[in-house]
């Protein structure tokens, strides 16, 4: 068989360690194996593809990033695009592809699955918002940084007695605020799915004081609903491909902080972590989850399983339908929230 992989959306570690685990696979069963660069780019136009083998598949285990490229293109905007998209895919007799993202180039791949295209998907996105899997590559790397990152400031609010507001990603989940909230010991978390306001900050802030707590460590998730927190207005030319608007934009972190100062006097600062949380070496949960989704990728495609994506589901792999992988958000469970509120 000819089989093809692709990354898509944000980059983020543990991407290599999927390809790889897809290459070595097809090789194994003396199958061919294309590489498509940047995303859904590159099934577009005259096709950006080339043919990967041991060479190119090797030393990338450790790599952040991805030997691929990766882009938001969406071809399901226009209708020629997804045209093109299935006409580069039998131009190079790909017989099989394999998509790894989130839930923009997941939901790309379904589409395609509805249309007959022979596709799987791999979970990607340091969100770990997709449906339908525990884990997705990408989440343990970037909570990790978060976690080191918390580890830095708790040294220096503590010397200036300062409230320090650190701004993680995070869109409509806030995984990675409260998991490395958690990892950090943060004295308040903010996440999307919980919606409060800037005077509820305050008062918390304010009881730590008088409770003898000179500092503060606040994690705020980008994407955190307050109503009352004037952020920065988007503008149309903000958007992604896929209507996603850019977040970075809003200034969530910043404008909290500079609240927070008003409203309570305290000095406060504040920290984004940005693209941070989407660089260096995977972990090993990364290297390891991602090697393990791609062999059980290439396994879906032996068992002609096409439309789905290996799921870690506690500590095993099992396929499951694209469809409800990207159905809905996997939001952070309240529970799980309330445990790090324990720790205010
Ligand atoms: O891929 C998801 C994500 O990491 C979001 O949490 C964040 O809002 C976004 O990507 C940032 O996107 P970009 O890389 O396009 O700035």
């Given at each position: 068989l000819r089989v093809a992989v692709l990354t898509g959306g944000g980059d983020c570690p543990g991407l290599n360690a999927a390809i790889r685990a897809v290459a070595r696979s097809c090789f194994a069963l003396d199958w061919t194996v294309l590489g498509v660069k940047n995303g859904w780019a590159g099934l577009l136009g005259e096709g950006q593809i080339e043919e990967l083998n041991r060479k190119s598949v090797s030393g990338i285990l450790h790599l952040g990033g991805t030997i691929l490229g990766t882009s938001r293109t969406n071809p399901m905007k226009r209708e020629e695009d997804m045209a093109q998209v299935q006409d580069n895919l039998k131009r190079y007799e790909i017989d099989a592809l394999v998509a790894i993202g989130g839930d923009d180039t997941l939901s790309v791949a379904k589409r395609l699955h509805e249309l007959g295209v022979k596709v799987v998907g791999v979970p990607k996105t340091m969100?770990?918002?997709?449906?339908?899997?525990d884990y997705c590559i990408g989440f343990d790397s970037a909570v990790q940084v978060v976690m080191e990152a918390l580890d830095r400031l708790h040294t220096t609010a503590s010397a200036h007695h300062r409230v320090l507001v650190v701004e993680v990603m995070g869109r409509d989940a806030g995984w990675v605020a409260v998991e490395g909230g958690l990892a950090g010991g943060a004295d308040l978390i903010l996440i999307p799915e919980v919606p409060t306001d800037i005077d509820r900050v305050c008062r918390h802030l304010e009881r730590r004081r008088a409770a003898g707590k000179d500092f503060s460590i606040i994690v705020v998730a980008e994407g955190v609903q307050m109503p009352d927190l004037l952020v920065r207005e988007t503008v149309p030319s903000e958007v992604d491909a896929f209507g996603h608007v850019r977040l970075d934009k809003r200034g969530v972190g910043e404008t909290l902080a500079k609240q927070i100062e008003k409203k309570t006097g305290f000095e406060t600062r504040v920290t984004v972590l940005g693209h941070l949380q989407r660089g260096g070496s995977p972990s090993v949960t990364d290297r390891v989850n991602g090697t393990r989704f791609g062999v059980a990728a290439v396994q879906l495609i032996r068992e002609g399983k096409f439309g789905y994506m290996p799921a870690l589901k506690g500590n095993k792999v099992v396929p499951v339908k694209l469809a409800d992988a990207v159905a809905r958000t996997k939001t952070v469970d309240v529970e799980y929230y309330k445990l790090a509120e324990l720790f205010y």
């Open positions: 969100d770990n918002d997709l449906s339908e899997t």
